[in-house]
Structures are given as C-alpha cells and as structure tokens.
C-alpha cells in the first residue's frame, strides 16, 4: 500500500492539492480512506490528522471504512418515510444478515446507506442498487430485489 501512497503523495506535491483531492485520490485508490494513510499523510506532509478526517468525515463522498461492491441507496427523507421507508430498510438489514450497527456485508458484496432524499419523490418509497432505481416498492418485495441484484432471480 505504501507504493501507492507515494504516487499519490508525488502527484499532490507536483499539482500542490488540497485535502480534499488528496482524499479523493485515496476514495478513488481504495474504495475508502484507509485510517493508515490519513495518519502517513499527516506526517509526510505535516498536516494534522484531525483535517483529514475533518473533511472526510464532512462529505458523504468520503468512507472511513472498506465498501461493499455494490451500493444500496435507500431514501428515508419525508416522502419515502411517510410511504413506508422504515419497514423497507428493515428488511433489507434483515436480507442481508446486518445488525443494526453494520452496513457492509460480511461478504463485501454490499453495503446499504440511507440518504434524506433521492429527489424520487412520486416514487416513495425508493430504493437504488447502484444505479438502477426501484420505486414504489413494499416491504415484501425486498428479498426479491435483492436476490435480482445478485443475478439470483428475475423480478
């Protein structure tokens, strides 16, 4: 990993970034930003961690923690939530093996965030899976969702 630490610390020094294209570049290197590179870029470049994770933990473009392969983007904004959101992302947890405290897969396969709005709205509730969008859908229609996703099943 260090290798591709260096790369990424040469083209920051040659273009002079910021914080933000330096974390983009780890987003876009390791599907996350991995605590360890914060911390080595913090002393290579003599910048506190604390900016780094600042920014990162500041935009949702940014992800402490390794990603599944495939993203579940469920709406729980007003809309989404008034049409039933909650019992959705429940189920979904429950597909997927996740307690509460967990949002990948143990498998790497997926990982599930909830966002306040989609701008989907007529659709509530929604659901995406990278970028194919589910709309209206029920509780009950979840496992099959999945399992489509996973080339398991035809919806």
């Not at 080595?40 to 506190?48: A, G, K, T």
């Not at 579940?72 to 429940?90: D, F, K, S, Y």
Request: proline content about 4%.
């Amino acid at each position: 990993m260090e290798k591709a630490y260096e790369k990424i610390l040469r083209k920051y020094e040659k273009e002079e970034g910021n914080v933000i294209s330096l974390l983009q570049d780890l987003e876009k290197e390791f599907g996350f930003v991995p605590e360890d590179a914060v911390y080595w870029f913090s002393h290579r470049l003599n910048i506190p961690a604390s900016n780094f994770f600042g920014v990162a933990t500041f935009y949702s473009q940014f992800h402490l923690k390794p990603r599944g392969r495939h993203i579940i983007t469920a709406c729980v904004g007003t809309a989404c939530h008034v049409r039933g959101a909650e019992p959705i992302v429940n189920r979904m947890k429950e597909h997927l093996s996740l307690r509460e405290d967990e949002d990948t897969t143990k498998d790497m396969y997926f990982t599930m965030d909830n966002v306040a709005c989609m701008g989907a709205c007529s659709l509530a509730p929604v659901i995406k899976i990278d970028k194919k969008v589910y709309g209206n859908v029920a509780p009950d229609e979840v496992g099959d969702i999945l399992d489509e996703s996973r080339g398991l099943k035809a919806r």
